[in-house]
């Protein structure tokens, strides 16, 4: 799951939406969360889920907001990619396949 670097430019997101009277409960908590929890302390990350759903929300309004707007000056991390391993029966497989590939050029 990718997550962005919470800025004051999503803070104030944040805000905004949570003065909404029709949040629904469960985005309510979620994004108090983040809020409360960045209160005088570092920059913390905030899942892109979650500022999709605070973009989503912000758009409802009267002035268009775009996402790259929103994420400006934040960075996205992205979690590592897990390469799976090789199966032991293709091994010698494609070793053959790599041999007869220079005889199939010419």
Do not use: W
Request: hydrophobic share 35%; aromatic share 4%.
């Amino acid at each position: 799951m990718a997550a962005v670097v919470c800025t004051g430019r999503i803070l104030e997101a944040i805000g905004a939406v949570l003065s909404q009277k029709d949040l629904p409960d469960d985005l309510r908590k979620e994004l108090s969360r983040y809020r409360d929890s960045q209160s005088g302390k570092k920059p913390g990350k905030i899942p892109f889920q979650t500022v999709q759903k605070l973009h989503e929300r912000l758009e409802d309004g009267e002035k268009k907001q775009y996402l790259h707007e929103l994420l400006e000056g934040s960075d996205v991390f992205f979690p590592p990619v897990e390469m799976p391993e090789r199966a032991p029966t293709n091994v010698p497989i494609t070793g053959q396949i790599h041999t007869l590939i220079p005889s199939l050029q010419d």
